[in-house]
């Protein structure tokens, strides 16, 4: 059995659970939204052995933890009551829904896992994922490179990074972003940015939040790594054909203007490195992005523990689904 832990609206597991359903490989679909509404939870420990069961209230489908082979945690989402409506009854009760859901997910680090509840957040972090990629490019003497990074809330400090390059790249930290009004929102995305321009920035100000910037890389193209198991699927990103600021500087802005990728085969070096890096945050999934640079240099910029990757699969083919389900399903490794 097969457990897929995710959302209503999770898009993403559809194609995978094609393949089960085509394999007729038996799943279990987990919406941890609608945790108390659509399932019938009970966990038993009867002479020393513990048995976790939930039923699908819709299709009567259920899940006996002790047949649970493989585990896809995917974008599970905290459960919201809505039937109370007295506002105190109804914090109590969302904290222990989501608690509960909590120990659900935890319940199954043991099992084969493409996606860690305990992991997955902690490794997002960017300092530890700059650190971890710093610490295996010395180790294995890669040639990989990353950009000169400072995450800081001091003027002086950031203006040292800054009198050393041309252009700086201002990043989010978590923000995704900023509403003007009722109807208008302004994504954050990497900007690039003069580095004169921070001459004039306010001390005060910029003590309020840390600031994550990086020098700006001049690239060739980018590189969009995804590595399930032992596989990797490498997409080749010709953001520097797009117009600035139009997805020359952050690509993920380029697909309204024509924006150019293709499935080629990965370096062996960044194979080394993505499998090292996975490896050493204890996970068997990632999204790793690359640049590569005008003088032939690849630089690593960070690796998403449960990023997006099926607009690579709609747009050029890339069979990221499969290699998913032939994973959980013990096809490969």
Not at 230 to 253: A, M, N, T, V
Not at 268 to 290: H, P, Q, R, V
């Amino acid at each position: 059995m097969i457990l897929v832990i995710t959302n209503k609206s999770d898009i993403h597991c559809n194609p995978v659970i094609k393949h089960f359903y085509d394999n007729g490989d038996d799943f279990f679909r987990l919406n941890t939204d609608s945790l108390l509404d659509d399932y019938d939870i009970s966990f038993w420990v009867k002479e020393n052995i513990p048995e976790l069961k939930i039923i699908n209230k819709f299709n009567g489908k259920y899940l006996v933890s002790s047949s649970v082979t493989s585990v896809w945690e995917r974008r599970p989402i905290s459960p919201e009551i809505t039937k109370f409506v007295d506002p105190m009854v109804k914090v109590v009760l969302n904290e222990e829904a989501a608690e509960f859901s909590k120990w659900l997910r935890y319940f199954f680090i043991n099992s084969r896992n493409l996606g860690s509840s305990v992991w997955d957040r902690p490794n997002e972090s960017k300092l530890r994922q700059l650190e971890v990629a710093g610490r295996i490019i010395k180790e294995q003497k890669l040639s990989i490179r990353i950009p000169e990074t400072l995450i800081s809330n001091i003027k002086s400090e950031i203006l040292k990074l800054t009198k050393n390059y041309k252009s700086i790249v201002v990043k989010p930290i978590g923000a995704d972003s900023i509403e003007l009004d009722e109807k208008l929102e302004m994504p954050f995305v990497s900007r690039k940015v003069s580095s004169d321009q921070f001459d004039n920035i306010c001390e005060k100000e910029t003590q309020l939040c840390p600031t994550f910037l990086q020098n700006y890389v001049d690239k060739e193209y980018e590189l969009r790594i995804t590595v399930v198991g032992s596989k990797f699927f490498c997409c080749k990103i010709d953001s520097q054909k797009l117009p600035e600021g139009s997805g020359k500087e952050d690509w993920r802005e380029g697909y309204d203007h024509g924006l150019s990728q293709s499935w080629i085969s990965m370096p062996d070096e960044l194979i080394k490195f993505c499998g090292s890096y996975l490896n050493s945050i204890n996970s068997t999934f990632g999204c790793f992005d690359f640049i590569y640079d005008i003088y032939g240099e690849y630089h690593f910029l960070e690796c998403n523990p449960n990023g997006q990757w099926m607009w690579m699969e709609e747009d050029i083919g890339i069979p990221i689904s499969e290699g998913i389900a032939n994973y959980l399903t013990f096809r490969a490794n």
